[in-house]
């Protein structure tokens, strides 16, 4: 994040300087914005940049304990610089957050520069799975930089110290955390995708019950509540895969337009990076956990791979942005939208069905039979409706409060929601748009479209409430959806082992006993079992010390 943020903050000059250094690993640097007191409140963080003009430099101090940079990641041992956040002071007046290049330590002999104050926070949640990584903490005492370290692509503050804010939105102080937010869409799926390939392939060998005539028992891949757990994730690993190569087109877009100072679809790009973020983070971590519960109690064992991967993977929900949060700021531009919606700006990009607000407002589902949802017209429809109408009516209830604030946040857990159904159609969308193009491969095309509407019509069911409150559909429709969804399950079942080995991981990377290729997790077990440390003795540590003496004592109040 050190990287993006120069590259987005700093001069083109800057970036000739500091760029080449961290490349070529001759400084090491990290992003230092969240505090002890502050990390979703960018505008609330404490730390000052105070301009000197006697010296020519910012004076970067932490006022209060709370101030503490706190979580950065790598900062705790191994960075020697940091792209620090801190409120803009000269003149004597505030100008909020900006982005300033500190050199935390020396590069003779790593050891903190006088002023610096820093260390690692401690250990995380898990057996010690994100302690790899130094998150820290550093405080500053009246440090000293040059004002040519203060990022200035944004903004400048001039030898006088007078302060100069470009032609460039304020937002772009943001955009180092929308990168990160766009890769972190693909990486659910990556993670996703590692735990749905381990549970679908212990799933087709594990075997309990179902015969009762001494015959093979059954495979748990075959039960229809493995299948009603384990499809709708696999279905999500694929697609979160594609909405996420969608999010980076549109990344790319953005950025390629912000070359060229077009900022039109800065707002949009906010919208999908933090609305996908949040949405696959959270199914994600939900999805590994219940990775670990189709495996039994195997799934419980870190040879397992899921403890691990579950440890690390979490996190997500909150780096990066607290998902509420974000999912928060989705729903302000969705409110904006609807608003805007009488004026008669068209909305665009993903917001565009928002422009059929005649349409959807009163349209009725023309769903009639279980097979009539294997039409992609009818669940492209029911999504917007559903998303549109959840919309409108926040819109409404916020009309009636005494203040658009205030009525935002009384209403924040609909709005909530509401941002959830809106990401949800771009997911269904960017899905049902890549399953008609043209996909080379025997039948490949036929398992997208399957895992497709698995996708959507799962959805559509886990969230049916939404769907008849809104009216977009009838109990019978939703009703339909179910039967069709358990029809579509028994059609991946044959191909789900092919789906998953398509993830193409090799056993190494998958770190799993259980989702071995080979499919030979007993011996596997087994023998994992004997690498436990406990087991480098037979008899174990204590015995003598603690448990021989209870079970003497036992033995001779017994015998009274
Ligand atoms: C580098 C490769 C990565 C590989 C990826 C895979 C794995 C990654 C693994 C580990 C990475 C972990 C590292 C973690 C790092 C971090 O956690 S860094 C810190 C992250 N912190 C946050 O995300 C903070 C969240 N808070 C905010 O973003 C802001 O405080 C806010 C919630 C948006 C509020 O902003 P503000 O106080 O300014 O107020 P608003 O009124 O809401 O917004 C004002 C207007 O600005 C618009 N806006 C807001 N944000 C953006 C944005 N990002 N882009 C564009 N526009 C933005 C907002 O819509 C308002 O617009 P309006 O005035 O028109 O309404
Ligand atoms: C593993 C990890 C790595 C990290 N790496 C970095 C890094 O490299 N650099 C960096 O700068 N930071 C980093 N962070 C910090 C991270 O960005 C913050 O923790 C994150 O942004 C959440 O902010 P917070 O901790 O202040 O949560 P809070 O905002 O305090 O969240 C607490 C609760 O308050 C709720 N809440 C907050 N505001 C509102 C609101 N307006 N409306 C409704 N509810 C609200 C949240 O939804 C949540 O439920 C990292 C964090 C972790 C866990």
């Not at 040519?148 to 937002?171: A, F, H, I, N």
């Amino acid at each position: 994040m050190f990287v993006p943020a120069i590259k987005g903050q700093g001069t083109e000059e800057q970036q000739k300087k500091w760029l080449p250094l961290a490349y070529k690993f001759q400084i090491i640097g990290c992003y230092a914005q969240t505090e002890l007191g502050h990390g979703s409140n960018v505008q609330g963080l404490e730390t000052t940049a105070t301009f000197d003009p006697m010296t020519d430099e910012f004076v970067i101090h932490s006022p209060t304990l709370t101030s503490s940079k706190w979580w950065p990641g790598g900062l705790g041992k191994a960075s020697t610089h940091a792209v620090v956040y801190a409120r803009l002071i000269t003149e004597g007046k505030d100008y909020g957050i900006h982005g300033f290049i500190v050199q935390l330590r020396s590069l003779e002999d790593h050891s903190p520069l006088p002023g610096v104050t820093l260390g690692d926070i401690g250990g995380k949640f898990g057996s010690g799975a994100y302690n790899s990584m130094d998150n820290g903490v550093l405080r500053f005492d009246h440090v000293r930089i040059p004002r040519d370290q203060m990022l200035m692509r944004l903004s400048q503050v001039t030898r006088e110290g007078k302060y100069v804010q470009s032609d460039v939105p304020k937002q772009l102080l943001y955009g180092t955390m929308v990168y990160v937010r766009q890769s972190i869409v693909a990486d659910a799926s990556k993670a996703l995708s590692r735990a749905v390939c381990i549970a679908v392939r212990y799933s087709a060998i594990r075997k309990q019950f179902g015969s009762q005539d001494g015959g093979p028992e059954t495979q748990v891949l075959n039960y229809r509540t493995q299948q009603s757990r384990l499809f709708p994730l696999l279905a999500s690993a694929y697609a979160f895969r594609f909405v996420g190569d969608w999010l980076n087109w549109l990344y790319t877009d953005v950025t390629q337009k912000l070359e060229v100072k077009d900022y039109s679809t800065l707002q949009e790009a906010h919208a999908c990076t933090a609305g996908l973020k949040a949405v696959t983070t959270s199914a994600t971590a939900d999805a590994i956990e219940e990775c670990r519960k189709l495996c039994g109690g195997h799934g419980y064992l870190n040879s397992s791979g899921l403890p691990e991967l579950f440890a690390v993977y979490v996190p997500a929900c909150t780096y990066e942005g607290d998902n509420v949060v974000l999912l928060l700021q989705v729903a302000r531009i969705l409110m904006k939208t609807v608003s805007q919606l009488t004026s008669g700006k068209q909305p665009v990009g993903t917001m565009a069905y928002m422009g059929k607000v005649q349409h959807l407002m009163q349209s009725k589902c023309a769903v009639k039979t279980a097979e009539d949802w294997l039409n992609p017209a009818f669940i492209q429809e029911a999504f917007e409706a559903r998303a549109l109408r959840m919309a409108v009516n926040c819109a409404q209830n916020i009309g009636q409060a005494s203040n658009q604030e205030e009525g935002f946040y009384e209403r924040s857990p609909d709005l909530l929601e509401a941002a959830v159904a809106h990401i949800q159609l771009i997911i269904v969308t960017k899905f049902i748009e890549k399953v008609h193009q043209d996909i080379p491969g025997h039948g490949v095309k036929e398992q997208l479209q399957n895992l497709c509407n698995v996708y959507a019509l799962y959805t559509l069911h886990k969230h049916l409430g939404d769907f008849l409150a809104t009216g977009s559909l009838t109990p019978k429709q939703g009703a339909l959806a179910n039967e069709q969804l358990g029809k579509l399950y028994a059609q991946v079942r044959p191909n789900a082992v092919a789906l998953v080995d398509a993830f193409n991981y090799t056993d190494h990377y998958l770190g799993s006993v259980l989702g071995r290729y080979d499919g030979n997790v007993y011996p596997a077990l087994y023998e994992e079992a004997w690498k436990d440390p406990l087991n480098e003795t037979v008899v174990p540590e204590g015995y003598h010390e603690y448990l021989r003496p209870l079970l003497k004592q036992q033995l001779k109040l017994s015998r009274l």
